[in-house]
């Protein structure tokens, strides 16, 4: 008996073609398109067992979301400069830095507050995955403010002589 396949994989496998798009989509656009598509029948589902005056302000968070994200689609990314999100990405930081701090001191006055009667090190026993979260945030943030510290700072020359 001869078991062997006669059929050949190689073959097969090298003649596929995938189609491709017909026409290129830009991110912001397939971002509001696809939020368009889980959000208005969602919005439709709900707004009949809703409230009426819920309903009527889930209605205009759409209509607001609807104009909100057609802005966001006509922006060209690719005109935007590194220069340009640099305090952006600052603010980030910052942020991190900011809410892991205040996490955290609100988790020690949680503690202090709750669990007076346990030790520091028991403390952070019982809670080491909060410490961890927190700190994790706040390292995180100095690592984005210390990339930003340490890229060149290349300012866009301006085209126009005076």
Not at 71 to 100: C, M, Q
Not at 107 to 116: C, R
């Amino acid at each position: 008996m001869n078991f062997k396949s006669e059929v050949n994989f190689k073959d097969n496998t090298q003649n596929l073609k995938f189609s491709q798009p017909a026409v290129t989509r830009k991110p912001l656009e397939l971002l509001r398109d696809t939020e368009a598509l889980l959000r208005r029948p969602t919005v439709a589902t709900l707004v009949p067992i809703l409230p009426p005056k819920l309903g009527d302000n889930l209605q205009i968070a759409s209509s607001v979301a609807e104009e909100s994200l057609h802005e966001l689609a006509e922006i060209d990314l690719e005109t935007i400069s590194d220069w340009e999100l640099r305090p952006l990405r600052i603010r980030i930081g910052l942020s991190f830095v900011g809410f892991g701090a205040l996490m955290t001191v609100l988790l020690l006055l949680y503690l202090n507050t709750l669990y007076s009667q346990l030790s520091p090190i028991e403390q952070i026993g019982k809670y080491w995955h909060q410490y961890v979260w927190f700190v994790c945030l706040g390292v995180t943030g100095m690592f984005i403010l210390g990339r930003e510290a340490m890229r060149p700072i290349n300012k866009p020359r301006k085209s126009g002589k005076k």
